[in-house]
């Protein structure tokens, strides 16, 4: 896989993940074309579809789109399951995970996505392993934090 | 982080752009001064600031500062504040920045920790980043926890695919010897840990398939036991009932690195695997969620990909294909696109391309009712991959009819398909003519340059189609709105063929001529260029309108023309014709000759356009055809004038004979039926069928047979056959059927050979040569025109002979082909059909001058007589259409006994000719014949009668 993006249906990007090295401007117009390729699709159509020398598989959950570019001789239906399972980790850490989790917790989202997809492959299919992953991520960080009253108030 | 929750909802809480911006510059200030100012931060509070600066980032701001801070984060021994800080390093630093060399040295750090939590961050890092200065410094670390005995399993993962974005950036890097142990991985307890090492291997693979060989029956039957366990065995790596899908496709596709296993223990459990998958696809859903089939069905179309790769197993092809024909008319639009996709590739398999045709109809309604362009695109992929000779008519005739209403996005490659095809396909350049045509007419703007040269450049090489070009162009030149594509092709052709169509008075030269005319101001300069060429080729071809298309070439408007070009052809064209003589005119203005073979530049094209969607096959397409004329015709799309020497037009018509019927190696009146296979075809160009005796004797394995003369059995016998007939079948075996065509006229004869592949597969190698033994090479000349050396499977290919008798001969030229199929190499050696009396021109004659001329040959030496025994029928008609197809006459009411035969006839040597007299004398009681033949030449009367001997 070579990225991996989310967007509202308003086209605001919420996550980006490159498997690729690109530059920000490279990275920026990439975004812009799909987002816009992608919204202007009619429910009911294919959801693969050839773009320069790649393929995107997307996904639309609520208001949000998944979208994902792969190599041509990668597995589309596969891709969507990889979609489909990234959901189902955020669905459960988060509780019906909504996108306004996605924006509050953007970090997570991330932490999730590293130990399930690393350098664009699938690292870890069992859900039950990177949620035990993650738990243990969040253990340490209730250690570590030193739950202050000076913590900043809401103006740090 | 409270802070940065509060203000991601300042952030959602701005209604405008401009006072979201307001907000974060007042944010970055903030983070600045705290970044700035000389209380040192703590880890909390640097971590808060940096994942702020990161939002804003992700927003799509700029940030140019806070990488140090977040550098700072790394060393930290908290676990969250250096996870913030890694995050921050691989979204926002960039590969080439100056802190790159204190981040890998953090990495480093991290990675011999000892402490997994803290290794895998820094894995995720390199993994995220994998710039080429981490690959170099980080070589050795990384691999060396990938074996470590002591490595926990996640963190193998990990390091597992960290390594394979290493090798990705920087391919060519060594990383010890710890590579051999690697595929050992594919056995580990550990699921993940395989479903990452699988990944790894398959990049190792890819480099060097040789060194990492053994993971095939690691693979394999790994394979095996992910398919046949049940799907509680895998507990959490079973995914809505489908027992580790990702695994089971990494593995499908590892092994689409290897041809099929050599080891039969091993093929035969990857052959029973494949199976299930596909027994598992007619097993009724354990579960209607879309989870459950696509996880399904996604093994099951890795599994047909890995089938078509091995491409060896005719059962498990077709298997497939039925699979995906039921695909075709899925409800899910997702899985009629994938199945038009795989069904292309299998069209490509020999095995399994019949099979795919059978789905032809559905694949065309696709076109015509699917909703979405993408998979009306896959449909369009598809039917050009199918298209062979035998469907080819109704699948060029269904994207001609869909091009009306295609998208636009699509119509460009579809015009290219379609003359492809067209091109490829055509047993009937008429039809060639009118589907390019057509294109023009549906899709001008997108009939490229290469597309219209390409018809030209066939039409000037094929005279069996240049009438009726220029009929048809002249027809589509009446339309009130033509596209200015078909007055370039029009003006070319009927300045070259005007002539052939100008005995019709509708399109008499004068009109001709005013049809073109009436398009030239409409046109852009490049095109009115070509019809200025095209009208100085009138002024050859009619002279009779000389004085009308001068005055249009002296016009102020072309004279003065303010296009150079225009102007400079008015007048040049102008001045030659009233100039020069109408020799030199007729030299100048000659038409132009044959255009050399080349590779299809519509092919070049198409594969430009769309690498992918070349499949194999096509690629080695168009050889057999003429190809295009890029240098011939100028860059700018105009004709050149070509002066070329006289001889160049001559050769090719040497008898003045009509051989149109033999260029066009299939009547377009029985190339109808679609359902017809190629060797039905071959056989129709024959107009019988085939005779059961020929070839009866030659079977599989026999084809390199030799009789004791050197000969391919049968040769002989076969070679017989044409002693008494023009056309028919010359050999044939299982690869290959050898048809002929003969024309003869005194002493020149032209034979056409017509080669068809009766496989589905290539001839590589094809060659021909002749040889005369004896002394035959001073007897007759015998010219032939070089075959392409490739040969498509079902193509029929032409070869003309033209045959020279110098003076009498007994012996038959030897034909010799070669040619390599399926690998092996094919030789035949065969008798070419012809023979002295091939020469001989029928003479009628009266009783009298008959035995005047009998009696005059009573020299011994000038008569042969044999006596034999009936070998066939002695049936008179039969025995008179013989003595007619050897080539002499049947002279009634000469013999006094009606049932003798008598026969006259003249042999055309190149500077002789010789006499013959025959009379043949059946006795039907005992079944046997007195034949005696006179001949002026005693070896004449010795060579005829031992060959009409041998046909009765």
Known sequence: MQFMLLFSRQGKLRLQKWFVAHTDKVKKKITRELVTLVLGRKPKMCSFLEWKDLKVVYKRYASLYFCCAIEPEDNELLTLEIIHRYVELLDKYFGSVCELDIIFNFEKAYFML???????????????????????????????TPQGFFDDHGLG | MRGLAVFISDIRNCKSKEAEIKRINKELANIRSKFKGDKTLDGYQKKKYVCKLLFIFLLGHDIDFGHMEAV???????????????????????????????????????????????????????????????????????????????TIDSVKQSAALTLLRLLRTAPE?????????????????????????????????????????????????????????????????????????????????LLQNYPPPEDPSVRTRLTECLETILNKAQEPPKSKKVQHSNAKNAVLFEAINLIIHMDSDPNL???????????????????????????????????????????QDTVITALKTERDVSVRQRAVDLLYAMCDRTNAEEIVGEMLEYLETADYSIREEMVLKVAILAEKY??????????????????????????????????????????????????????????????????????????????????????????????????????????????????????????QIQEILGSKNNMRNPDVELQQRSIEYLQLSSKATADVLA???????????????????????????????????TKEHKAMPAAQINSDGQPTLQISSPSSAGSADLLGLDIGGMSAPVDSSSSGGGGQSASDLLVDILGGPVPGGIGGGVGVGTTNGLDSSGLTVGAEENFLKFITKLNGVLYENDLLQIGVKAEYRQNLGRVGLFYGNKTSFQFTQFTTSISCPGQLSTQINVTEKPVDTVMEGGAQVQQMYNIECISEFTEAPILNISFISSGSNQKLHLKLPVSINRFME?????????????????????????????????????????????????????????????????IHTRNQQTGVLIRLEPNKQVEMYRLTVRSTKGSVAQTICEFLETQF
């Open chain 2, 317 to 359: 092809l077709v298997r497939a294909c039925n699979q995906l024909g039921q695909f075709l008319q899925h409800k899910e639009t997702n899985l009629r696109y994938l199945a038009l996709e795989s069904m292309c590739l299998l069209a490509t398999s020999e095995f399994s391309h019949e099979a795919v045709k059978k789905h």
């Open chain 1, 114 to 144: 590293d130990e399930f997809l690393l350098g664009g492959e699938v690292q870890e299919t069992s859900k039950k392993n990177v949620l035990k992953a993650i738990a243990a991520q969040d253990l340490l960080q209730e250690e570590e």
């Open chain 2, 72 to 150: 700072n984060l790394l060393s930290s021994n908290k676990y969250t504040e250096k996870q913030i800080g890694y995050l921050f390093i691989s979204v926002l630093i960039s590969a080439s920045s100056d802190l790159m060399k204190l981040v890998i040295q953090c990495i480093r750090n991290d990675l011999v920790s000892r402490n997994p939590i803290h290794i895998t961050l820094a894995l995720q890092c390199v993994a995220n980043i994998g710039s080429r200065e981490m690959a170099e410094s980080l070589s050795i670390d990384i691999p060396s926890l990938l074996v470590s005995g002591d």
């Open chain 2, 842 to 906: 029928a003479t009628e004659m009266n009783a009298d001058s008959f035995f005047t001329r009998w009696k005059a040959l009573s020299q011994p030496e000038q008569e042969c007589q044999k006596i034999f025994k009936a070998t066939s029928s002695q049936d008179t008609e039969l025995t008179k259409a013989k003595i007619l197809g050897f080539g002499s006459s049947v002279l009634e009411g000469i013999d006094p006994n009606p049932d003798n035969f008598v026969s006259a006839g003249v």
């Open chain 2, 173 to 253: 890097l060594q990383m010890g010897e710890w590579t051999s142990r690697i595929i050992h991985l594919l056995n580990d307890q550990h699921m993940g840990v395989v479903t990452s090492a699988a990944s790894l291997i398959e990049a190792l693979v890819k480099k060097n398939p040789e060194e990492y060989k053994g993971c095939v029956s690691l693979a394999v039957s790994r394979l095996s036991r992910i398919v046949t366990s049940s799907y509680t065995d895998l507990q959490d790596y079973t995914y809505y009932f489908v027992p580790a899908p990702w695994l089971s496709v990494k593995l499908l596709r």
């Open chain 2, 426 to 547: 055509a047993v009937d350049y008429t039809w060639y003519v009118d589907v390019i045509l057509n294109l023009i007419r549906i899709a001008g703007d997108y009939v490229s340059e290469e597309v219209w040269y390409r018809v030209i450049q066939i039409v000037i090489n094929r005279d069996d189609v240049q009438g009726y070009a220029a009929k048809t162009v002249f027809e589509a030149l009446q339309a009130p709105a033509c596209h200015e594509n078909m007055v370039k092709v029009g003006g070319y052709i009927l300045g070259e063929f005007g002539n052939l169509i100008a005995g019709d008075p509708r399109s008499s030269p004068i009109v001709q001529f005013q049809l073109l005319h009436s398009k030239y101001h409409l046109c852009s300069p490049s095109t009115r260029g070509l019809l200025l060429s095209t009208y100085i080729k009138f002024i050859n071809l009619f002279p009779e309108i000389k004085p």
């Open chain 2, 587 to 621: 030299t100048v203005l000659e038409e132009m000759p044959p255009f050399p073979e080349r590779e299809s530049s519509i092919l070049a094209k198409l594969k430009k356009k769309k690498p992918s969607s070349v499949a194999e096959t096509a690629i080695e397409t």
